[in-house]
């Protein structure tokens, strides 16, 4: 498996630094609610690209069915 970069925001970059190198636990939450956003657009990606690349048909259709449901659009506005 490849190994890729992720960017996140600069800020959430500074908490994570606060927290680990100068032990200001003070920002926890904020750094969990921001690794979590971070994860859940990740996963979307991950969904949206398998639906477009996936082998087949099924696997392209399965995707994309969870990808927008993620997305939280409603059946009946889907094609």
Aim: proline content about 3%; aromatic content about 10%; charged content about 35%.
């Amino acid at each position: 498996m490849e190994i890729k970069n992720v960017q996140i925001p600069f800020t959430l970059f500074r908490q994570l630094v606060s927290y680990h190198l100068l032990d200001d636990y003070s920002c926890s939450d904020e750094i969990c609610k921001g690794l979590k956003e971070k994860m859940d657009h990740l996963v979307n990606r991950q969904l949206y690209t398998q639906s477009k690349t996936a082998a087949t048909e099924e696997e392209r259709e399965k995707a994309r069915k969870e990808y927008l449901d993620k997305k939280g659009i409603p059946e009946n506005f889907r094609w």
